[in-house]
């Protein structure tokens, strides 16, 4: 394949010479040139990535020649609008995933993305994720960021090696650092880690940023060869094994909440197609789940919670048979749940695995209440209390005095908004248009880099 095609056009951006960025989402790839003195993002261009494959039930994966196409794609694209060579390649890119490579840096297989659910297919001895909780303890769960669930490499990883996988000698890429890896082509150290990305594996030690060997030896993974994890953003190698530099990725959670500009005194809520609630921390807590964020800072968050996934299939259902769709349905929505300020009707929207569970209910129905009206304010009522929840979580319980509300969906559906506000104690709200916030917070990285 092409690498860098001429530059002969005469619209180029002209210096300072700017950075490029791209935020890899798995099935849709976005990227930017990054000017970090005028702070600005240039040339925004938002792509389709390789469609998931289901293979089999429960599989969520990726084939990763077409990934590295799509990157590369992407990539010269971009470099081509700068007047000159970049300062340099950064990457943001979707949690959880992973890849094993060999020595060579050949996937030995597809990339198991985090909606890979297969781990809790029980058998007689149960499933392999619960399995894989009994052998760890509360020790084990701290150092690592509490963040085991279905899905993350630690347990996607542990499935395999239980179904006679040989792991030994095959090293775990994230899903974006494969992409990194990718683009710069060659060298030792191609694979390495950033350690908001690397913490998102499941098993790194969040306070000291090296891999934790307890964990590895009880999952029976201790013979992976694991790439080396950097606190700050690092160079890995050149574009194409010549050209500017390549850095470590970064997780797109971090990245988001850098690119909205979080206060280490604002409660961070993102509600988009997944939802997290999220502070700054100089201290990882022991019981909550924690993330490495940037500058020796922590994230102490909650994560998955149901949000725009879990509402599609509510909203899926309400109009199967026919109606109003996309902004008209949303609109149609908003106008059914402003007449029905209160309900007796509770639901769960567990309908994917997750913190609430996986399996979503409504409750309480009667032939009052069986309507639109009712169904969806029950189901902004089980979100909101999840906020609540996770807010207590992460300690800080209502009232709040400064919430960060960002995320498409608390964007555009105003009765999330106002109830979020109303039970949070009437906080100052600063609302984030968040459209390119993962690219916002590559920005902000490049500020640091130059």
């Not at 084990?140 to 630690?154: S, Y």
């Not at 191609?190 to 999952?219: N, S, V």
């Not at 694991?226 to 997780?251: F, K």
Request: aromatic letters at 6%; a negative charge.
């Amino acid at each position: 394949m092409a690498t860098t095609s001429s530059k002969a056009c005469a619209t180029f951006w002209n210096p300072p010479v700017p950075f490029v960025g791209l935020d890899i989402g798995g099935s849709f790839l976005k990227g930017a040139v990054l000017d970090p003195v005028g702070q600005t993002l240039h040339h925004v261009v938002r792509t389709a990535g390789p469609q998931i494959e289901t293979p089999v039930r429960l599989a969520r994966t990726l084939d990763p020649a077409q990934l590295a196409a799509s990157v590369i794609e992407l990539t010269d694209r971009l470099v081509e609008k700068v007047d000159g060579t970049p300062e340099g390649i950064l990457l943001s890119g979707q949690m959880h995933g992973v890849v094993l490579v060999d020595g060579h840096g050949k996937p030995r297989d597809a990339i198991y993305t985090w909606q890979d659910n297969r781990d809790t297919i029980a058998d007689n001895e149960g499933s392999p994720l619960d399995r894989l909780a009994s052998l760890l303890n509360e020790d084990d769960r701290t150092a690592t960021g509490n963040e085991l669930r279905p899905g993350i490499p630690l347990s996607t990883l542990h499935r395999l090696a239980l179904g006679g996988v040989d792991v030994d000698g095959l090293m775990p890429a994230s899903l974006v650092s494969f992409c990194a890896a990718t683009l710069a082509a060659r060298g030792p150290n191609r694979f390495d880690m950033h350690a908001t990305d690397a913490a998102a594996h499941g098993f790194l030690e969040i306070r000291t940023g090296a891999w934790h060997a307890p964990t590895l030896q009880k999952a029976g993974l201790d013979g992976l060869r694991l790439p080396e994890v950097h606190a700050d953003v690092t160079m890995i190698g050149r574009l194409h094994g010549t050209g500017c530099p390549v850095y470590t990725a970064v997780g797109d959670h971090q990245a988001s909440l850098l690119g909205i500009g979080l206060a280490p005194s604002e409660l961070s809520i993102n509600i988009a197609t997944g939802s997290q609630v999220s502070v700054i921390e100089d201290i990882p807590m022991g019981s909550v789940q924690a993330r490495p964020y940037f500058d020796g800072s922590f994230l102490r968050t909650v994560t998955h919670l149901p949000a725009g996934r879990a509402l599609n299939a509510l909203f899926s259902l309400l109009t199967e048979l026919g109606g109003p769709s996309g902004d008209d349905l949303w609109r149609s929505l908003e106008a059914r749940v402003a007449d029905v300020p209160t309900t007796p009707v509770r639901a769960s929207l567990g309908f994917f695995a997750g913190t609430s569970g996986a399996d979503g209910w409504l409750r309480h129905l009667t032939e009052d209440t069986l309507d639109v009206g009712n169904v969806v304010r029950a189901a902004l009522d089980s979100m909101v209390g999840n906020y609540l929840e996770a807010a207590r979580s992460v300690g800080w319980p209502p009232p709040v005095e400064r919430l960060a509300l960002s995320g498409g969906l608390v964007q555009r559906f105003e009765p999330l908004r106002a109830s979020l506000v109303e039970s949070f104690g009437a906080p100052t709200v600063r609302l984030c248009h968040d459209d390119d916030a993962s690219l916002a917070g590559l920005l902000e990285v490049s500020r640091m880099l130059a």
